[in-house]
């Protein structure tokens, strides 16, 4: 041990959590909770954990005998190590390491047998969770909407009432295990304890299985629910029906349904969050000397004012024309990208007219960089 190690070891009563007054049992019961807290099994690839766990072991290894706890309170950690002051210091230079295994052994010896013996299964079991897939038109997405659906469900067995006995017949105890739902055999020198198979560890068998369920407490069958899809849902959203998935076993609670719903695709408005993209092809005439044209939106016509030398690219906002916030208010907006088309066929007049304008027209074909040309298109006007 090396002397910093000394000077900043925690003290043994703070690494326990307990006053230096504290009583055995206080000890014991303290370091039993930080035991299992940082044990490594539970605290696996931890090496905090593990470093609490060892330094709880050696607090407890110390203060839990009298004559080292006697020690420890006159003399500190230097009465466990050497070249303590007063000769009569018995433990100097003792180790800890040696019997940390049998003190561990018998505190959780003591805790395994803690309520063993007899621990029974539960027959009763939590019902299955059940995933209904439900596909939206653009619109319905959107807006919301109501639908009604029909899904196949275990439901408890109206014959048994969900028992698995035949009318008047309680469940027999297991032959196997005798009702302890637990068999012991011989293994070397131990006896261990395993889950019966017979029960499935429950101590019971349904000896008149109910004819309607085959002794199974639940039946197939259909169920029909109404599905209210809010406005402004998205893809891989998910609206939970607490209790509606398949009934439990044996008196267990009822698993819960998910609709997972999955959106179709708009022939032109593309998704993102609650805004709405679309792209609105437009002539050069139009972008060179500005027009008004109309868009059909998701509610109906809007308006749109393209201005005198609009550049391709460039977007224009419609403010509360996307998509409703889903569990708030507000809308999102509709961003329209316009893009001058070039004609691809020209009648002879076009082609006179445009060649007439060509010559009046002086275009500077110099190279200019992509952010230059992304400015000239003032987005979101
Ligand atoms: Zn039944
Ligand atoms: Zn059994």
Redesign the pocket.
């Known amino acids: 041990m090396s002397a910093t190690a000394n000077v900043t070891k925690e003290d043994f009563y703070e690494v326990l959590g307990v006053s230096r007054e504290a009583s055995d049992q206080e000890l014991k019961t303290s370091y039993r909770r930080l035991a299992m807290q940082y044990h490594p099994d539970r605290n696996p690839n931890n090496p905090a954990a593990e470093e609490r766990f060892k330094a709880c072991s050696e607090a407890y290894q110390v203060l839990s005998d009298p004559e080292k706890r006697a020690a420890y309170d006159r003399y500190g950690h230097a009465a466990f190590q050497g070249g303590v002051p007063g000769a009569g210091n018995p433990f100097a230079g003792a180790g800890f390491q040696g019997d940390l295994g049998d003190i561990f052994g018998d505190l959780f010896g003591e805790m395994f047998n803690m309520g063993g013996g007899g621990r029974r299964a539960s027959r009763v079991q939590r019902g299955r969770d059940l995933r209904f897939d439900m596909a939206l038109e653009f619109e319905e997405a959107v807006f919301g909407v109501e639908r009604e659906i029909e899904i196949r469900r275990l439901e408890a067995c109206e014959e048994c009432r969900g028992t698995g006995s035949a009318k008047g017949k309680a469940p027999a105890t297991?032959t196997?295990?005798g009702g302890r739902?637990q068999v012991r055999f011989q293994q070397g020198f131990f006896s261990v304890a395993k889950t019966?198979a017979?029960?499935s560890g429950t101590?019971t068998t349904i000896a008149d299985p109910c004819a309607a369920c085959r002794g199974e407490g639940l039946q197939a069958k259909k169920h029909t629910i109404a599905v209210k899809v809010p406005a402004g849902v998205e893809q891989e959203t998910r609206i939970r029906y607490q209790g509606e998935g398949e009934a439990g076993r044996f008196g267990g609670p009822a698993g819960d349904l998910y609709v997972v719903l999955s959106v179709k695709a708009h022939k032109f408005f593309e998704r993102d969050g609650d805004d709405l993209h679309c792209v609105l092809p437009i002539s050069f005439p139009q972008a060179a000397l500005g027009a008004e044209l109309q868009l059909e939106t998701l509610e109906g016509p809007a308006t749109i004012r393209i201005p005198e030398g609009t550049q391709s690219g460039r977007a224009f906002k419609l403010r509360g024309k996307g998509v409703p916030h889903l569990n708030s208010r507000g809308k999102g907006d509709l961003i329209v990208e316009v893009r001058v088309a070039t004609p691809a066929k020209l009648n002879k007049e076009q082609r006179e007219l445009l060649r007439q304008l060509s010559e009046t027209m002086t275009v500077e074909n110099t190279p200019t960089s992509r952010g230059l040309l992304e400015k000239m298109k003032e987005i979101f006007s």
């Open positions: 297991c196997g295990c739902g019966c017979r029960c101590g």
